[in-house]
């Protein structure tokens, strides 16, 4: 597919430390965070203006599920808008929190992995062709997500058990996949989770669910990250012979390769051979050059990929971490622990340590050790603070700006509507529920009708310039965002 919908989906770990003693249990925790939500949206499970999920599952680890995008940048910044997002609100419950008599800072964590050893997930979403060979597709598939982590990895300070040492691994992740393939989630942990749910037109599409990556602080890994796998979808995807690399055992392969960091854990294939994660992405990336050199790239940031990809096997192969040590989320930690560790003459098995991971992935831009990092140009990025506040606000020109629309307009009309992905209504107007299948689709005259009823928007639209109606629209978004985030009354309805 030279088009493509992606969407991220985030959770997040939660955590109060009061200034003496021991902090909110987790769920209560929660609950603080999701009040303003609650408020806003009279359930813990919303969609907000810029057209992505919020959503407080069983157990405490909220999650933020991007908007569909149809270009990596969009996609990217629509993640980080969802960090943002989680800080505004540790912020109020933060206020509220101390308004109740309690102290300290609450703390939202854009990792995988809890102190407790619980972990949680960062889900990728691509949308595909149903004529896709699952068989096919897994095959390629699986020995690059196994492999992926030396390229995408976040990092991770692992303490010593009676197994091993105090070492650093490349992802988050590894230790709690369980599966190749399934269409079980909590229970197993597949790497590929095959449960058939398109949020499209089930005849032409499936919509591809990768739940094995790390949550990505760097947005330049993150380009990486969903630019590879992208790209190996388009090969697979146009029927290209690839190397063989089914992997033997893809569960011991992934904890093998993330606990080696020097990269030379060596692996076996089905077919009986033994090679190393570099070797296995090389022989990816030689054959994805080989592929955009025939038949061109599809996108702007496809050299920008290759080049990235080809750099972070250097690095890893000829342990030279310096390569990439501003621009993958695992090295750019790596040299930071390593950094502290030096100063403070500790070794990596200080829990001292094990808390500066931790606070690598704090979502607070002013106290978030990544987000020092790159104010200190130790991490580079892809994206302007513009780009990101404006994700906040508005959708992608996919189907979430007709999700944008009919929220915000619903709302400035007082009207009370429920959506999901793929559906629009108003409630108390049952019949008029419409589907929206084409992810893609960025108006829909359907819905346009429906929120016409709403007042007479169309004699009003007549006599503005389109300029006028978008500032109007991102106004009406701003608003909303407020009234998420304080817990305000809605804004009075404004003139559109
Ligand atoms: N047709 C599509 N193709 C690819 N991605 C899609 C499509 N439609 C929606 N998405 C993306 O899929 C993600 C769905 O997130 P959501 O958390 O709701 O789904 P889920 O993981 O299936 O459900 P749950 O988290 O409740 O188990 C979003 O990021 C969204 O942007
Ligand atoms: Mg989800």
Same mark, same amino acid.
């Given at each position: 597919?030279?088009?493509?919908?992606?969407?991220?989906?985030?959770?997040?770990?939660?955590?109060?430390?009061?200034?003496?003693?021991?902090?909110?249990?987790?769920?209560?925790?929660?609950?603080?965070?999701?009040?303003?939500?609650?408020? =806003?949206?009279?359930?813990?499970?919303?969609?907000?203006?810029?057209?992505?999920?919020?959503?407080?599952?069983?157990?405490?680890?909220?999650?933020?599920?991007?908007?569909?995008?149809?270009?990596?940048?969009?996609?990217?910044?629509?993640?980080?808008?969802?960090?943002?997002? #989680?800080?505004?609100?540790?912020?109020?419950?933060?206020?509220?929190?101390?308004?109740?008599? =309690? +102290?300290?800072?609450?703390?939202?964590?854009?990792?995988?992995?809890?102190?407790?050893?619980?972990?949680?997930?960062?889900?990728?979403?691509?949308?595909?062709?149903?004529? +896709?060979?699952?068989?096919?597709?897994?095959?390629?598939?699986?020995?690059?997500?196994?492999?992926?982590?030396?390229?995408? !990895?976040?990092? @991770?300070?692992?303490?010593?058990?009676?197994?091993?040492?105090?070492?650093?691994?490349?992802?988050?992740?590894?230790?709690?996949?369980?599966?190749?393939?399934?269409?079980?989630?909590?229970?197993?942990?597949?790497?590929?989770? +095959?449960?058939?749910?398109?949020?499209?037109?089930?005849?032409?599409?499936?919509?591809?669910?990768?739940?094995?990556?790390?949550?990505?602080?760097?947005?330049?890994?993150?380009?990486?990250?969903?630019?590879?796998?992208?790209?190996?979808?388009?090969?697979?995807?146009?029927?290209?012979?690839?190397?063989?690399?089914?992997?033997?055992?893809?569960?011991?392969?992934?904890?093998?390769?993330?606990?080696?960091?020097?990269?030379?854990?060596?692996?076996?294939?089905?077919?009986?051979?033994?090679?190393?994660?570099?070797?296995?992405?090389?022989? *990816?990336?030689?054959?994805?050059?080989? =592929?955009?050199?025939?038949?061109?790239?599809?996108?702007?940031?496809? /050299? @920008?990929?290759?080049?990235?990809?080809?750099?972070?096997?250097?690095?890893?192969?000829?342990?030279?971490?310096?390569?990439?040590?501003?621009?993958?989320?695992?090295?750019?930690? $790596?040299?930071?622990?390593?950094?502290?560790? %030096?100063?403070?003459?500790?070794?990596?098995?200080?829990?001292?340590?094990?808390? *500066? /991971?931790?606070?690598?992935? /704090?979502?607070?831009?002013? @106290?978030?050790?990544?987000?020092?990092?790159?104010?200190?140009?130790?991490?580079?990025? *892809?994206?302007?603070?513009?780009?990101?506040?404006?994700? #906040?606000? %508005?959708?992608?020109? %996919?189907?979430?700006?007709?999700?944008?629309?009919?929220?915000?307009?619903?709302?400035?009309? !007082?009207?009370?509507?429920?959506?999901?992905?793929?559906?629009? $209504?108003?409630?108390?107007?049952?019949?008029?529920?419409? #589907?929206? $299948?084409?992810?893609?689709?960025?108006?829909?005259?359907?819905?346009?009708?429906?929120?016409? $009823?709403?007042?007479?928007?169309?004699?009003?639209?007549?006599?503005?310039?389109?300029?006028?109606?978008?500032?109007?629209?991102?106004?009406?978004?701003?608003?909303?965002?407020?009234?998420?985030?304080?817990?305000?009354?809605?804004?009075?309805?404004?003139?559109?």
């Amino acid at each position: 597919m030279d088009r493509r919908v992606f969407g991220v989906e985030s959770e997040f770990g939660l955590t109060h430390r009061p200034e003496t003693g021991r902090g909110l249990p987790p769920d209560e925790l929660a609950r603080y965070l999701f009040r303003p939500v609650v408020e =806003f949206g009279r359930s813990s499970n919303i969609f907000i203006p810029n057209g992505s999920r919020l959503y407080l599952d069983v157990g405490s680890h909220p999650e933020y599920a991007t908007a569909e995008c149809d270009d990596l940048i969009d996609l990217i910044a629509a993640d980080r808008a969802g960090e943002r997002v #989680m800080h505004d609100l540790a912020l109020a419950a933060e206020e509220r929190i101390h308004r109740d008599g =309690f +102290t300290g800072q609450v703390y939202v964590l854009k990792n995988n992995v809890d102190s407790a050893g619980n972990s949680y997930g960062s889900h990728e979403n691509y949308l595909i062709p149903r004529t +896709t060979h699952f068989r096919r597709l897994s095959g390629i598939l699986l020995p690059f997500l196994v492999t992926r982590q030396i390229i995408a !990895g976040a990092g @991770r300070v692992v303490p010593a058990d009676e197994s091993s040492q105090a070492h650093f691994a490349f992802s988050q992740r590894a230790d709690h996949m369980w599966e190749g393939i399934s269409s079980a989630t909590t229970r197993s942990r597949p790497i590929i989770n +095959t449960r058939d749910e398109p949020h499209a037109d089930a005849a032409s599409h499936r919509r591809l669910h990768v739940i094995v990556g790390d949550s990505n602080m760097s947005t330049t890994t993150s380009l990486l990250r969903y630019g590879s796998t992208d790209l190996v979808l388009r090969m697979i995807e146009a029927g290209v012979p690839i190397d063989d690399f089914e992997l033997e055992n893809p569960i011991a392969a992934i904890r093998q390769i993330s606990h080696d960091i020097t990269g030379g854990a060596r692996v076996r294939t089905r077919a009986g051979d033994e090679f190393t994660a570099v070797q296995i992405q090389r022989g *990816i990336l030689q054959r994805v050059s080989r =592929f955009v050199s025939e038949r061109g790239a599809h996108h702007e940031h496809v /050299d @920008r990929v290759l080049q990235l990809w080809e750099r972070a096997l250097e690095a890893v192969e000829s342990g030279d971490h310096s390569l990439i040590d501003q621009d993958i989320d695992w090295a750019i930690k $790596k040299r930071l622990v390593q950094d502290v560790a %030096t100063q403070k003459g500790l070794d990596l098995s200080h829990p001292r340590l094990e808390q *500066i /991971d931790m606070a690598y992935h /704090d979502v607070n831009p002013h @106290r978030g050790l990544f987000h020092l990092l790159a104010r200190r140009g130790r991490a580079t990025s *892809i994206l302007t603070e513009e780009q990101i506040s404006q994700a #906040m606000t %508005t959708p992608p020109p %996919t189907r979430a700006a007709v999700r944008g629309e009919f929220l915000s307009t619903a709302r400035a009309y !007082g009207a009370e509507c429920t959506v999901d992905w793929v559906h629009h $209504k108003l409630t108390g107007r049952p019949l008029e529920a419409i #589907m929206v $299948k084409d992810p893609f689709a960025q108006q829909d005259d359907r819905v346009d009708t429906l929120l016409n $009823k709403l007042g007479d928007r169309q004699s009003q639209l007549r006599e503005r310039s389109f300029d006028e109606r978008s500032d109007n629209a991102v106004t009406v978004a701003l608003s909303d965002k407020y009234a998420l985030i304080t817990g305000a009354e809605p804004p009075e309805p404004p003139l559109i």
